[in-house]
């Protein structure tokens, strides 16, 4: 297909099967001699274009694949081999490009394969029920709605997009240079079959410079989003693994099946978030590697809670049903919670199982009807075991140093605690330094 190029009319295109050419990409790939010469009388200004300036443009592959490999010549029947369109129409019928039983494939990068975005609300639809992009349709949008009912879909989009819906038998995977707002992103597929050439599965978003907004992500595999300022969304649906990297991260997430969720909740290119909000459902357990964040709040209605690694900057809390649970970083006054656990800063495992607490961490409090397990098999809280014996030596200690105090449990095996150097004078209720006159020990 060569240039057509339209003013205010509108360009359909209907056929078996599409071949866009792009001249650079059939030089590159040509390998026999025949498609060599026949790739050699293009030059690289050659390439394939549909460009529409008011009106829509409508494509539809309808050809039933049937027997035959695929060449660079002639694609496999019914599908569509696209690069180079684009209108100027503002409306949500823009672009519409369909395969009706085969592929929608990225055929070149002398241009953007699809442009489609005038305001107020130009829009692509496409649809391919064996895949669109594996090599990702490179596309600028204002609006998407894409459908695949056994394929992959995966899109680069080069600034904002916003999704209307998204929904893949197999793999989603959208890159966006601004923000992926909008409606909702699914993908129904249990394994990656139909992309050889990559074997990602679940929903993959990932913003490069934005934020990335969805009232809906649904996956019957992983779910992977990573923005650097924001990652929000309504309602989070996973099958095995959740991976959320922001700045700032907002989402309720229920798991599916039988499995435990694996995954990690973090800042964007590693290091902390500075504020994670969570709710975190699931049939069976949500095992992170890692939860890092300065602040946050992590509910879990139904399930367990595991974190490998979990580093709180400043307060977190992390609750169920039966447990209010607080890590707090900045102080050691007892806030009304059931368990209160303090690192000062360095990572720790936690576990949170209905009344059960488990950790490395300290815990300096901790209700009697709730159970802090650490590695020891200790069952108290730092008050519980240290009570008298810590406040009597502390004020003999160099408040600088973070003494180690060893205390017997009940089973007669040390406990051993670090105790940083937190001053525990109070005068009049309020603390006052260490050494001050008139200060008495709690
Ligand atoms: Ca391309
Ligand atoms: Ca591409």
């Known amino acids: 297909m060569a ?18 050419e792009d001249a650079n990409r059939m030089q ?17 200004g050659d390439a394939a274009r549909i460009r529409v300036d008011t009106g829509e443009v409508e494509i539809e592959a309808n050809g039933a694949p049937g027997a035959g490999a695929e060449t660079m010549r002639v694609p496999r029947v019914g599908d569509a081999l696209i690069t180079g369109i684009e209108t100027g129409n503002a409306t949500t019928s823009a672009i519409s490009v369909v395969s009706r039983f085969g592929r929608i494939l990225d055929n070149g990068d002398t241009r953007l394969d699809i442009i489609a975005d005038t305001p107020p609300a130009a829009q692509l639809t496409i649809s391919a029920p064996l895949g669109i992009g594996a090599d990702p349709l490179d596309v600028r ?3 998407l709605q894409a459908t695949s009912t056994g394929g992959v879909v995966d899109l680069a989009v080069q600034d904002s997009v916003n999704i209307l819906a998204v929904t893949a038998g197999d793999r989603v995977q959208i890159t966006a240079g601004g923000d992926i707002t909008g409606n909702s992103v699914t993908s129904t597929g249990a394994a990656s079959g139909t992309d050889p050439s990559n074997p ?3 929903v993959i978003l990932a913003s490069a410079a934005g934020s990335v907004d969805l009232a809906s992500v649904s996956s019957a595999q992983g779910v992977n989003i990573s923005a650097p300022v924001a990652v929000s969304v309504d309602q989070i649906t996973v099958g095995t693994t959740l991976d959320l990297a922001s700045d700032r991260i907002t989402a309720s997430v229920t798991g599916t099946g039988s499995g435990v969720h694996g995954g990690s909740v973090g800042g964007f290119g ?7 909000n969570l709710d975190l459902s699931s049939p069976t357990a949500f095992h992170f590697t890692s939860v890092s964040a300065v602040n946050g709040a992590i509910n879990v209605p139904q399930g367990d809670l595991w974190v490998d690694g979990m580093y709180v900057g400043q307060r977190m809390t992390v609750t169920n049903p039966q447990t209010n649970m607080l890590i707090d970083q900045t102080s050691w006054a007892l806030q009304g919670y059931d368990v209160q656990l303090y690192t000062g800063g360095p990572t720790f495992g936690l576990g949170l199982v209905t009344n059960h607490v488990y950790t490395d961490a300290l815990a300096i409090w901790r209700d009697p009807a709730h159970e802090v397990i650490s590695s020891n098999g200790n069952n108290t809280s730092s008050l519980e075991q240290v ?7 502390r004020n003999d200690m160099n408040p600088a140093l973070n003494p180690e105090v060893v205390v017997d449990d009940a089973a007669g095996d040390n406990v051993r605690y670090e105790i940083p150097a937190v001053s525990l004078n109070e005068k009049d209720g309020g603390p006052c330094p260490e050494g001050a006159a008139d200060c008495e020990a709690k």
Not at 29 to 44: G, K, L, Q, S
Not at 270 to 276: K, M, Q
Not at 387 to 393: E, K, Q
């Open 141 to 143: 949008l204002l609006n």
């Open 270 to 276: 590693g290091g902390p978030a500075s504020n994670v």
């Open 28 to 44: 590159s790939i040509a390998t026999t001699p025949e498609d060599v010469a026949y790739a050699n009388r293009y030059a690289a």
């Open 387 to 393: 009570g008298s014996t810590f406040a009597d030596i």
């Open 200 to 202: 990602a599965t679940g």
């Open 3 to 20: 240039d057509v190029h339209a003013t205010t009319q509108k360009v359909t295109v209907k056929v078996g099967t599409l071949l866009m």
